[in-house]
């Protein structure tokens, strides 16, 4: 079965970087567009970056573009999202997902929290 999980969310002040993983299973990695979204306490969850299946597009949220990038590695079925200049807006549950079979499938999530 699918399966996503994340990795890498933490504490980090302001301005700051991390770097979120997922690892994903249970379906062929190379064929599937693959997501990172997140949502903040309170507020709806949201797309921050899409990457195509070999990587040759990606799209972002306006409020991260500059500051994310979404990658993946086919080989290790593996997608990151390197964040920097981080703002305490940015502080969030962030997902990975994709829609296999038109389905949409979440990971359990990681935290990210920017704050002083």
């Known amino acids: 079965q699918v399966q996503l999980v994340e990795s890498g969310g933490g504490l980090v002040q302001p301005g700051g970087s991390l770097r979120l993983s997922c690892a994903a299973s249970g379906f062929t990695f190379s064929s599937y567009a693959m997501s990172w979204y997140r949502q903040a306490p309170g507020k709806e969850r949201e797309l921050v970056a899409s990457i195509s299946n070999f990587g040759l597009r990606t799209n972002y949220l306006d409020s991260v573009k500059g500051r994310f990038t979404i990658s993946r590695d086919n080989a290790k079925r593996t997608i990151d999202l390197h964040m920097s200049g981080l703002k305490p807006d940015d502080t969030a549950v962030y997902y990975c997902?994709?829609?296999?079979?038109?389905?949409?499938?979440w990971g359990q999530g990681t935290q990210v929290t920017v704050s002083s």
């Open positions: 997902s994709v829609v296999h079979l038109e389905r949409k499938y």
